[in-house]
């Protein structure tokens, strides 16, 4: 006899479900997003469990990771191609988790690459990066606006991080003014440092 399972991830709890070959349903339960307690369900059905499904939701590295670690099979199910198939769902998590594992059963299960750990820890600090630099733009940006409003030059994006604190008494009278300014020189500075953190991390 063979088996078929899934997960349906949620924040903090799953629903597993898993099948036999003819489609029956021999486990539907749900449990703490802990992957001790994950294993445990699974463990009975080791043996004969061909794969389990995981949707590729935004939490999937922990429930993917414990579960190849611990010996068995994972696919990664591609929530937006899975979409072609609504007509067969239903809204319930336990049936969504069933869905999958037919999927899987019937060998339609449209699948994502799982990234290995360590490439996948190198492309979230290179994502992380780039949040950063739109950061560091954003606030050289604002004052540069600022500074064009207030004196009517243009400013250099790199005479930005080199402005002084006594310099902003001469684009404004306002205090307000001021602090705006400076609130764009030491954010975009914070986002300088961090990026040159990651910069130098990643290579």
């Given at each position: 006899?063979?088996?078929?399972?899934?997960?349906?991830?949620?924040?903090?709890?799953?629903?597993?479900?898993?099948?036999?070959?003819?489609?029956?349903?021999?486990?539907?339960?749900?449990?703490?997003?802990?992957?001790?307690?994950?294993?445990?369900?699974?463990?009975?059905?080791?043996?004969?469990?061909?794969?389990?499904?995981?949707?590729?939701?935004?939490?999937?590295?922990?429930?993917?990771?414990?579960?190849?670690?611990?010996?068995?099979?994972?696919?990664?199910?591609?929530?937006?191609?899975?979409?072609?198939?609504?007509?067969?769902?239903?809204?319930?998590?336990?049936?969504?988790?069933?869905?999958?594992?037919?999927?899987?059963?019937?060998?339609?299960?449209?699948?994502?690459?799982?990234?290995?750990?360590?490439?996948?820890?190198?492309?979230?600090?290179l994502q992380k990066r780039?949040?950063?630099?739109?950061?560091?733009?954003?606030h050289t940006l604002s004052?540069?606006?600022?500074?064009?409003?207030?004196?009517?030059?243009?400013?250099?994006?790199?005479?930005?991080?080199?402005?002084?604190?006594?310099?902003?008494?001469?684009?404004?009278?306002?205090?307000?003014?001021?602090?705006a300014g400076q609130g764009?020189?030491?954010?975009?500075?914070?986002?300088?440092?961090?990026?040159?953190?990651?910069?130098?991390?990643?290579?």
């Amino acid at each position: 006899m063979k088996y078929y399972g899934a997960a349906d991830l949620h924040s903090n709890n799953t629903c597993l479900g898993i099948i036999d070959e003819s489609g029956r349903k021999v486990l539907k339960t749900k449990v703490h997003n802990y992957s001790k307690l994950i294993l445990n369900e699974l463990e009975p059905f080791r043996e004969k469990l061909q794969g389990i499904v995981v949707e590729s939701t935004f939490n999937w590295y922990w429930i993917v990771d414990a579960i190849m670690d611990d010996g068995y099979k994972v696919h990664l199910a591609n929530p937006a191609a899975v979409k072609q198939y609504d007509g067969l769902k239903r809204t319930n998590d336990f049936d969504d988790a069933f869905h999958l594992a037919n999927l899987l059963r019937l060998g339609i299960l449209p699948e994502g690459y799982i990234y290995p750990k360590e490439p996948r820890a190198v492309r979230a600090l290179l994502q992380k990066r780039l949040i950063l630099v739109r950061h560091r733009t954003a606030h050289t940006l604002s004052f540069q606006s600022l500074y064009c409003r207030h004196k009517g030059l243009q400013l250099r994006s790199s005479d930005v991080q080199r402005f002084r604190d006594y310099e902003f008494e001469e684009i404004s009278p306002f205090e307000h003014v001021q602090l705006a300014g400076q609130g764009n020189r030491k954010n975009g500075n914070k986002y300088l440092y961090l990026y040159s953190i990651t910069q130098n991390q990643s290579g």
